[in-house]
């Protein structure tokens, strides 16, 4: 089950520009309040998601179709 927590977790990642920004300001936190939602994460899984390259993602996220991306409207506030 939790390989695809990890896969749920990456492609929010990359898709959810909210997301991105909330889950950069506080990897561990983010990982954290999704365990507590009842996501299942082990520590190792943890430990990779944790220390994802910010530039990686970021180009990964920037080269999807926006038609699969989810826009934050809020500008970063929430």
């Known amino acids: 089950m939790s390989q695809h927590n990890v896969e ?13 920004r909330r889950y950069w300001r506080d990897p561990a936190a983010a990982l954290a ?5 009842g996501g299942e994460l082990n520590p ?5 998601l944790a220390a994802l ?3 990686d993602v970021e ?16 500008g970063g506030l929430s």
Do not use: H, T
């Not at 190792?44 to 990779?48: D, G, L, S, Y």
């Open 53 to 55: 390259g910010r530039d």
């Open 33 to 37: 309040a999704f365990v507590a939602a």
């Open 44 to 48: 190792c899984e943890r430990r990779a």
């Open 8 to 20: 749920r977790i990456l492609g929010r990642l990359v898709s959810d520009e909210g997301y991105r």
């Open 59 to 74: 180009r990964f996220a920037a080269a999807l179709d926006p038609c699969i991306q989810k826009s934050d409207l809020n």
